[in-house]
Structure formats: structure tokens, C-alpha cells
């Protein structure tokens, strides 16, 4: 079992910046992505930012130049900054984690925690 713990959400005004962490344990031999989807009330869930490792970061064109997508070993954060009201969505923490040496990728979630952006 892999576990995915977000915290960093909140209430933010337009303009405002916040920083998202999400922390992985567990059952962890690697881990070959990590990164962040939003899903916005009767919308679809989207990728937001995405960091594999010794690779390319990959971000959303809606939040290119405003987000900014770091990792350190077991951690991933997003610093999201110039906020608009169209970013209020939850936000979830995903990895994929290779869980022994035969290097199978399994996908895992965060909870997800609420951002609210207010005009």
C-alpha cells in the first residue's frame, strides 16, 4: 500500500498565491511520476502539473508561467501563484510508484484538498 497525504488548500483571493505538498509512504522501492489533477465542480478531472523523474516537467497551458511543479525524493509541491477564480477546484496528488525491482508502475491518489479562489 501507498498512501498520498495533500495538505496546503484553502480560501485564496485573486491574485494570491498557495503551495501544495503531498508526501508518499508506504510500501515505495521507486517512484517514476509524481504530479497534480484538479477536478472542478461538474467538470472533468485534468492534469495540472506533472514531474517525472530525470524528465521534463509537463504542465497545463492554463496555468503555464503561474504554477510551478518541484519534487524531492518521496515529495511533490506545487506553488501555485496569480490565482484566478477558474483554478478553485479540488486538487489531487497522483504517483506512480513502482513498488519492487520488477519496475511495475502502479497509480495512486491523494484524498484531495479543496482550493477556493474568490474575486
Known amino acids: 500500500q501507498v498512501q498520498l497525504v495533500e495538505s496546503g488548500g484553502g480560501l485564496v483571493q485573486s491574485g494570491g498565491s498557495l503551495r501544495l505538498p503531498c508526501a508518499a509512504s508506504?510500501?515505495?522501492?521507486?517512484?517514476?511520476?509524481m504530479g497534480w489533477y484538479r477536478q472542478a465542480p461538474g467538470k472533468q478531472r485534468e492534469l495540472v502539473a506533472a514531474?517525472?523523474?530525470?524528465?521534463r516537467t509537463n504542465y497545463a497551458d492554463s496555468v503555464k508561467g503561474r504554477f510551478t511543479i518541484s519534487r524531492a525524493k518521496n515529495m511533490v509541491h506545487l506553488q501555485m501563484s496569480s490565482l484566478k477564480p477558474e483554478d478553485t477546484a479540488v486538487y489531487y496528488c497522483?504517483?506512480?510508484?513502482?513498488?519492487?525491482?520488477?519496475?511495475?508502475?502502479?497509480?495512486?491518489w491523494g484524498q484531495g484538498t479543496q482550493v477556493t479562489v474568490s474575486t
Open positions: 497522483y504517483a506512480e510508484v513502482e513498488v519492487d525491482s520488477s519496475l511495475r508502475r502502479y497509480a495512486w
Open positions: 508506504g510500501s515505495i522501492f521507486s517512484i517514476y511520476l
Open positions: 514531474i517525472p523523474s530525470g524528465g
